[in-house]
């Protein structure tokens, strides 16, 4: 009794370990995706380690990052993929099938199964009832060849939801409502598990888009009951088989508890440049705005694009707005060509693009100079959107739609009658984007193109390091400041040598340059170091640069295992006021570096410049010493033979 629906799951895929918070657990792992930006590196790392067979259920690699092809790169790690994919018993999403959370929770996701992913939104599948993690490729490419996947129990934090929801207001008003209470932090450490009859309100894609976006709040996941609702959703997908319901006890143990009224939301938007800078759009000054674009892994679902098609039938885009729209996946474009509500799009002025992420990573559609965006989208952080000078507002799919034919942004419910949209008894299936792979693979190899580069590995933890501060930053430096990625770069995702001339490029521009000629050295950093995307090259392309450890008042949850699977040491101040003590340039020891992990004791610091000392603290668990003395983990993992 008393169990949260994480535990039940835990508990459930259980290997090794018990399920008491804060103690590490290795868990079955059932499904795993990947997208084709961290997924060239997955499956290197999967080559490397000289498997013949995936362990898990069922594994999918999806294209849907990079599908611009301007030159022969994209299309060359496209085949890479693919021909991966095919000799490991993968299935392979062919570009133009969609994005990997939506179709994951259309076709593949399931309740009370485990999905670790390689993209930090792979949460979106907590919608119908499914642990689902984002984590770094490596993990990923371990949970493919060996079946599970380490973690620490984490706490659970419930948000239980009462009320009904306004007109006008939809789950983007409501996980928005959210990061305003919490913000980017108060996810951190948690699983967030949504209850009450609030729930009732909301489809299982509304729940997606709840789930999606507390990886904005730094949660490991977030998750929602399978229910009658669950039921219905697979049934219309054709997948009655795959349901299970998942409740949690009612007297569940929650390590913290919030309520909220849904009554209590109204329409909000997240202000440049955080996710949760969110205010009521009525208590925003007139904001003419220049690009509207809907679709993202948080806003493509079939309803919210019908909802969008019925508030734009017979009406016209602004003159001034560019209206952007890219649907989630093949499926939900296929059904809308269809049923007409392509063609009120199309006639209303919106400009349709392919099913894919698209202008969520500045891969097309960057906005002009000192624009102002509205994106349906999960992240606003400065420049992803490809021009450094735009201001995106994070709106729902309602205020987009609204805000694009007045060419201001618009409280919705100022609008008139609610778009009332009616669900297809039967979604249809696009199938054919997908490849299954053969039963029979055997002598099927691996297609590598110029353009992909061997990835870097570590070498063995040495008792000392030394070397000079390379680069100080402030909070919340994201994986973007760290990685950039544009559409200039990412076809070079699995080309680190060339990446690497970018690295920490929106803070400094020579940071290459500083780490070659010092042979490497140390990045100090602010709060909540690395959050946003999962990135795994913010932590290969350092590696490769020489950074030997990440110096930090606070990481990211993602960031922080990439940077650990890479052999780089993520350590915090044990005095966070001794940030400010430390300066670029600063020539740093850290001594008995491995005595102390060992020992669980504090790390000295020794800052030869100024002559003063400090403490470090390295916060991970036993298992994470052993990968950061081997060096990371892929030297870790090939040398245990389990
Ligand atoms: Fe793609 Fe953007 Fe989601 S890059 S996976 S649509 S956060």
Redesign the pocket.
């Given at each position: 009794m008393n169990k949260s629906l994480t535990y039940k799951i835990l508990e459930k895929n259980l290997l090794k370990g018990r399920v008491v918070e804060e103690n590490e657990i290795s868990i079955k792992v059932n499904q795993t995706l990947t997208?084709d930006?961290t997924g060239t590196m997955v499956y290197l790392q999967l080559e490397s380690m000289g498997i013949k067979d995936i362990k898990t259920d069922l594994s999918v690699a999806y294209i849907?990052?990079n599908t611009l092809q301007t030159g022969f790169e994209n299309a060359d790690d496209h085949e890479f993929i693919k021909s991966a994919a095919a000799k490991y018993g993968i299935i392979f999403s062919k570009p133009g099938n969609g994005?990997?959370?939506q179709l994951h929770l259309e076709r593949f996701g399931k309740p009370t199964d485990v999905l670790i992913g390689s993209?930090?939104?792979t949460p979106t599948c907590g919608g119908l009832g499914m642990l689902s993690i984002g984590s770094g490729g490596l993990d990923v490419a371990v949970a493919m060849a060996k079946g599970y996947y380490f973690l620490k129990v984490p706490k659970v934090l419930n948000v239980e939801l009462k009320g009904k929801l306004n007109p006008w207001v939809s789950a983007k008003d409501v996980i928005l409502f959210i990061l305003k209470k919490l913000s980017v932090k108060g996810g951190v450490g948690y699983v967030i598990e949504y209850s009450g009859e609030g729930i009732k309100e909301l489809s299982v894609t509304d729940r997606a888009t709840i789930t999606?976006m507390g990886a904005e709040l730094g949660a490991t996941t977030s998750i929602f009951p399978s229910d009658e609702i669950t039921k219905d959703f697979l049934v219309r997908q054709g997948r009655e088989k795959d349901f299970k319901y998942l409740t949690a006890d009612d007297d569940a143990h929650y390590d913290k508890k919030i309520k909220i009224d849904l009554s209590d939301i109204k329409p909000m938007t997240a202000m440049p440049h955080s996710p949760d800078n969110v205010f009521q759009i009525k208590d925003i000054k007139e904001l003419k705005v220049d690009q509207v674009v809907i679709?993202?892994?948080?806003n493509s679902s079939y309803t919210d694009l019908m909802k969008v098609a019925k508030i734009l039938k017979g009406k016209k885009v602004h003159p001034d707005v560019s209206l952007v729209i890219s649907p989630g996946s093949s499926n939900i474009l296929g059904m809308m060509a269809d049923n007409g509500a392509l063609g009120d799009l199309i006639s209303a002025g919106a400009r349709i693009i392919e099913a894919a992420?698209g202008p969520?990573?500045g891969m097309g559609q960057a906005p002009k100079t000192d624009a102002v965006s509205l994106r349906t989208?999960?992240?606003n952080f400065k420049g992803r959107c490809g021009t450094k000078s735009a201001d995106v507002y994070l709106v729902s799919p309602e205020t987009a739609a609204v805000s694009a034919i007045a060419g201001y942004l618009t409280d919705p419910s100022t609008f008139g009658e609610m778009p009332d949209i009616k669900i297809p008894q039967k979604y249809d299936v696009y199938d054919n984007y997908f490849i299954y792979p053969l039963e029979n693979r055997e002598g099927l190899e691996v297609k590598m193109g110029p353009n992909i580069k061997p990835f870097p590995v570590n070498k063995a933890l040495k008792p000392n390091l030394n070397g000079k501060v390379l680069l100080k930053t402030g909070d919340n430096i994201t994986t973007d400041d760290i990685m950039p990625s544009n559409a200039k770069l990412l076809p070079y995702r699995s080309n680190i040598p060339e990446l690497s001339k970018y690295c920490f490029g929106t803070i400094v521009d020579d940071f290459d340059i500083r780490a070659k000629e010092n042979k490497g050295g140390f990045v100090i950093g602010g709060e909540n170091y690395g959050q946003g995307?999962s990135r795994e090259h913010a932590a290969l392309v350092p590696l490769y640069l020489g950074v030997k450890a990440v110096i930090a008042k606070s990481f990211a949850r993602i960031h922080k295992s990439n940077l650990i699977n890479s052999g780089i040491i993520p350590f915090i101040f044990k005095n966070k006021d001794d940030y400010y003590i430390l300066d670029e340039f600063d020539e740093i020891e850290l001594v008995d570096v491995i005595e102390s992990l060992d020992s669980s004791t504090e790390i000295k610091l020794i800052n030869r410049t100024k002559n003063i000392t400090m403490e470090l603290i390295f916060q991970g668990s036993k298992r994470d010493i052993e990968i950061l003395k081997k060096g990371g983990y892929l030297n870790f993992a090939k040398k245990i033979n389990d």
């Open positions: 997208q930006s849907d990052h994005i990997c959370h993209d930090s939104h999606n679709g993202s892994c948080t992420c969520c990573i989208f999960n992240r995307s």
